[in-house]
């Protein structure tokens, strides 16, 4: 995905597949800027659905 200038996370275009090629390569959990509920989502991947920079950092502080 992308991160904008105000530190906003930006949803990627086929993240379907994208899920699939990371479930492939070994990830289990993958932060994402939201994911659309008409997808069709792989199993095996913790989904973490966050908005911005800010919300990354306090995720990420509760997990260490």
């Not at 390569?25 to 994402?32: K, Q, S, V």
């Not at 939201?34 to 973490?48: Q, R």
Request: charged share 25%.
């Amino acid at each position: 995905g992308e991160v904008g200038l105000a530190g906003e996370l930006r949803q990627v275009k086929n993240l379907t597949s994208k899920l699939k090629e990371a479930r492939n390569l070994g990830l289990m959990r993958i932060i994402t800027a939201g994911v659309d509920k008409a997808e069709k989502l792989p199993v095996g991947l913790e989904i973490i659905s966050l908005k911005n920079l800010s919300e990354v950092v306090g995720w990420l502080n509760n997990q260490f």
